[in-house]
């Protein structure tokens, strides 16, 4: 796990709680398929899982906790697990998250209860079934330690013009807060090289295409070694 603070130079945060209890990862990765889709806020990521979990209704979306305040329209245990710092640092004392991450000021984590669930289904329906984690770049690299056969997709903007006006246009962020997105993003463009698929979302249709075909592909290979 990585020292918080450190993650977001510059931001004021509280201090984390003591990690010495924190668990190693105990998930049974060979009961589900993950597969963690990374890249910029406003790149596109929720939109094109939806476009695959369209085609694939067997994909289900972990929902993540977070200390970020819900937008509206935002529902509890739908979009996001909304805790408390002192109940996110609760959880992290428990050991209850796989990976965790501070991002623009919030804290973000997925919880290992999230992946249980989903390794814990029976058989779905037709075409690839298992979990998409959507989450920032530093908890994609802590997935990446915990579980490395999990398929990790980093999605690029075009140009970087093109994610401004992505995030302008969802007119979810206040303008300081896009702001902020933007120099994150900058930073997480600059790691895309140590995934091994990078998909750019120009075309959406050719994006979610080109992520269809990446899971099918893999997560079809890999059969017989996962159940
Ligand atoms: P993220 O989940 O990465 O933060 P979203 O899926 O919320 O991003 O998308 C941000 C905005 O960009 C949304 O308004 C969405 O409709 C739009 N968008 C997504 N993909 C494309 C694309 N290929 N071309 C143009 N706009 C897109
Ligand atoms: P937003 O505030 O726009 O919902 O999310 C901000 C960023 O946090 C996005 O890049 C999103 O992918 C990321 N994020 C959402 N959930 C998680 C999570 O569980 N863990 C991590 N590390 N990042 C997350």
Known sequence: MPHLPEQDAGR?????????RVQPAAIDAARSHVLVVTGPSGVGKGTLIRALQARFPG????????TRAPRSGELEGRDYWFLSDAEFDRRIEQGAFLEYAVYAGNRYGTLRSEVDRAGSGGGGPAGPSGLVLEIEVEGARQVRAAMPEAIQVFIAPPTV????????GRGSDSTDQIESRLEVALAELGSQREFAHVIVNDQL?????????LVARVWDSSKGAQS
């Open 12 to 20: 004021p945060f509280r201090a984390p709680a003591p990690r010495a």
């Open 59 to 66: 994909l289900e979306l972990s929902v993540s906790a977070t």
């Open 161 to 168: 013009e093109a994610l401004r006006e992505r995030l302008v």
């Open 205 to 213: 249709d050719n994006a979610a295409s080109e992520l269809a075909s």
